[in-house]
Nanobody
């Protein structure tokens, strides 16, 4: 399996931006599709965005379309989640996760490797 470490979370005012990074180590990174999930207190985990192994195809949940951008650099074993126009409802712990690239990248299931999470707090 691949090991994942998130970074880049923090506190930002509404309307601001943050960039989350997911660094991978271990197996060949291009063997994996990567997704970002988030979980707010008292709420279920939400599948936010995903990118296929090559970076050509992406998925976004409707609530973040036009505000978040997911990208990857397989040479650097990194996936980024650029978050713009942040809203208080984006406040959550954000997790990156990876699954075998043969699985559907836009399906929220099947992610077997997870990072420890990074807190994003958006103040109003």
């Amino acid at each position: 399996q691949v090991q994942l470490v998130e970074s880049g979370g923090g506190l930002v005012q509404a309307g601001g931006s943050l960039s989350l990074s997911c660094a991978a180590s271990g197996r060949t990174f291009s063997s994996y599709a990567v997704g970002w999930f988030r979980q707010a207190p008292g709420k279920e985990r939400e599948f936010v965005a995903a990118i296929n192994w090559s970076g050509i195809s992406t998925y976004y949940v409707d609530s973040v379309k036009g505000r978040f951008t997911i990208s990857r650099d397989n040479a650097k074993n990194t996936v980024l989640l650029q978050m713009n126009s942040l809203k208080p409802e984006d406040t959550a712990v954000y997790y990156c996760a990876a699954k075998d690239r043969r699985r559907s990248f836009s399906d929220s299931t099947g992610f077997g490797s997870w990072g420890q999470g990074t807190q994003v707090t958006v103040s109003s």
